[in-house]
């Protein structure tokens, strides 16, 4: 085992991603205290604080970096999402609200609009003049945009389109910037012209006058206090038959003429709808970073605090046993650390493949799917896992944990809503296992029929040998009576891809196999996927997992520190073997694993979490967070210097001869 430390700067150095030096300005930036959250303000108060700090962003040219150079911008997609994400250490609310104004807003006037929508209201989007709604989501309709209610019929007689809201349902919900700030929306509502429905399309549409009110025919109501986010002004919009020009239809993909003639460069509808909504999968991705930071920032001060808290007598009269050296508490963090480390390593390739379809560098519609499925799988995991991070961290620092000025109570509000926006998390795994099956099914159309006759009789020779457990028993005659073998097994990276992408083979195949039987038959169909969807939503996280693994690995071929990469590759192995353990009931009845090795997992687990707790400190000081930041009194160092007060008291005192004597030597020996 390594005594070296690892090289903490070359490895914060690593964790900042191909964006490094962005990510450290908006960092700085996040440090400031003016653009920092006053946690003893109401709702009122953070709202207009909030809006303010998005001034302060558009003084400092913070904000520009995503929009074309004629507008003063960079085209810069990747550093300006990898920038944002770090203002979630500021206040979550105001990262949300700074991507509601510039990601979502200003974000579908540049994608979906053309020059002459860019130079009408894209200055005004970019510098606060106008704040804006994103109004796409629905009381009736959250997830499924492609059924919103909400219509814009054409009038010929008039050149306009009429926005309009049938019934209650229909109403536009959950948009920040409508309750209070808004001055315009985009609005997503079926497209009619000569009575045609085109589907979903989006419009620029003014809401309120200069003095705040609603314009003619707009209403609203304010979503008020809410869980989290109270610095976002969240309400709902509904529009009673709104008049807009013709020209305020964004219409990259999809435009109509004075006649009424509905055209688009995209002829299928539904590639269309789903080109539309690949825009704006931006939210996703941020989301996926700014949840991981999230993470990022509770580890380290949990960390921080179990270095120093000291609990319990064990090995010495005056000392007390630090709370990182017990087992159990290097199992609730050291494994989300792990874990963290993994979501930090692939969220740089989402970035990264985000920019490169942005820049329109790798811009064909196999790099937009790819993309928008990448997303769909990293999303979900890395706003769930902050959840349970933020709660472990919390708990395992006791109630100093749950006093509001050590961040996790307000953290943990503030990220809760993470999980079921910009796509819910259950729906975005659906999308994923989908595009597992397809590109399943699109193996098996590759194959002639000879050769489809051999991959039947290979899974069915496959799933014999796993339902018999003949595997596993060959598993445990090679490992018999020799522990290690099984941990070398444990330990071997390819054995590691094995079992993660074995088990969503399996689950796939299986989800497949039910849904052919169904052939045709769209009710049978129907009834067939909704009996297996917890099965395909199982693989799809397994896909994400895999996913970070993968990421994890490949970052280890880029660490050159011979100290720092051993410490990494055990991480890599305790991120690994945690999801092989945490899914050691389906590996056993699906004879994956053998009962022997099964039984050595826990144990070689806990070895190299005992390996990996001399750089626990030195692994989340890497994540380069400062006090500034952490803004956490237990993680100040306070902690410490209270722990060693009470040691030299007793030190003293016990040296001395007023120490008093325990009533336990009083006692006289039974017998």
């Given amino acids: ?160 389109f009429v926005i309009h809201t049938p019934f209650k349902a229909a109403w536009k919900e959950f948009l920040g910037n409508a309750a209070l700030h808004g001055k315009a929306a985009t609005v997503f509502a079926q497209l009619i012209t000569k009575g045609v429905n085109h589907g979903v399309h989006c419009f620029y549409v003014p809401i309120r006058d200069e003095a705040g009110n609603f314009l003619e025919g707009i209403g609203g109501e304010d979503d008020g206090l809410k869980g989290g986010l109270n610095g976002i002004d969240n309400g709902r919009l509904h529009f009673t038959n709104v008049r807009v020009p013709r020209t305020n239809l964004l219409n990259r993909y999809g435009n109509v003429d004075e006649t009424g003639t509905y055209s688009s460069p995209i002829p299928s509808p539904g590639r269309r709808f789903f080109t539309m909504l690949g825009t704006l999968v931006q939210g996703r991705v941020s989301l996926d970073g700014a949840a991981t930071n999230a993470s990022k920032i509770a580890l380290q001060i949990a960390i921080t605090y179990g270095n120093q808290r000291r609990q319990f007598n064990s090995t010495s009269d005056t000392e007390e046993t630090t709370l990182l050296d017990y087992q159990r508490h290097q199992r609730r963090l050291i494994t989300r650390l792990a874990r963290t480390y993994a979501a930090s390593f692939a969220h740089d390739g989402l970035l990264e493949k985000f920019d490169a379809v942005f820049s329109g560098r790798e811009d064909t519609d196999t790099d937009r799917q790819d993309l928008e499925t990448l997303a769909a799988a990293l999303k979900p995991l890395s706003t769930w896992d902050a959840l349970d991070t933020l709660q472990e961290a919390r708990e395992a620092c006791g109630g100093a944990g749950y006093i509001a000025k050590n961040r996790f109570t307000q953290l943990y509000a503030d990220l809760d809503v993470y999980v079921t926006f910009e796509g819910d998390n259950n729906v975005l795994l659906q999308l994923v296992g989908k595009r597992l099956l397809t590109d399943y099914a699109a193996e098996f159309r590759k194959l002639d029929t000879g050769a489809m006759a051999l991959y039947v009789a290979k899974q069915v020779g496959t799933t014999a040998l796993h339902r018999s457990g003949l595997r596993s028993v060959g598993q445990a005659f090679a490992d018999i009576s020799d522990e290690r073998k099984s941990a070398n097994f444990f330990k071997d990276p390819d054995n590691q891809r094995a079992l993660l992408t074995g088990r969503i083979k399996a689950k796939v195949a299986e989800v497949a196999g039910a849904l052919r039987t169904a052939g045709k038959d769209k009710a049978k169909g129907a009834a067939a996927f909704n009996e297996n969807q917890d099965l395909l939503i199982s693989a799809a996280r397994d896909h994400g997992q895999l996913l970070r693994w993968e990421a994890f690995t490949a970052a280890l071929e880029n660490t050159s520190d011979a100290a720092t990469k051993e410490v990494l590759t055990w991480l890599r192995d305790v991120f690994a073997l945690s999801l092989i353990e945490d899914d050691l009931g389906w590996y056993l009845s699906n004879g994956l694993l053998s009962m022997q090795r099964a039984r050595t997992l826990p144990g070689y687990l806990n070895r190299l979490l005992a390996r990996l707790r001399p750089h626990a400190q030195d692994l989340v000081e890497a994540f380069a967070y400062t006090q500034d930041h952490l803004r956490a009194d237990i993680s100040s160092g306070g902690e410490a210097e209270r722990q060693d007060e009470a040691m030299e008291y007793f030190r003293k005192l016990r040296a001395s001869d007023d120490a008093p004597i325990s009533e336990k030597s009083l006692q006289k020996p039974k017998g």
């Fill in 1 to 160: 085992m390594s005594e070296n430390r690892i090289n903490v700067n070359a490895l914060s150095e690593q964790l900042f991603g191909p964006y490094a030096e962005i990510r450290k300005a908006s960092r700085a930036r996040a440090a400031d205290p003016q653009l920092q959250r006053d946690p003893l303000l109401g709702m009122d108060e953070h709202r207009e604080r909030v809006l303010g700090q998005l001034g302060i962003l558009v003084q400092q040219e913070a904000v520009q970096r995503a929009f074309p150079t004629e507008f003063g911008g960079q085209n810069d997609h990747g550093g300006s999402i990898a920038a944002f994400e770090e203002l979630v250490a500021a206040d979550p609310s105001l990262q949300i609200k700074a991507g509601v104004q510039w990601g979502l807003f200003a974000g579908a006037i540049l994608h979906l609009g053309s020059e002459e929508h860019h130079k009408a209201w894209l200055p005004g989007a970019m510098n606060l003049d106008t704040p804006g709604a994103f109004a796409m989501t629905e009381i009736g309709h959250g997830s499924d945009v492609a059924a919103v209610a909400t219509t814009a019929t054409y009038d010929e007689a008039t050149d306009e």
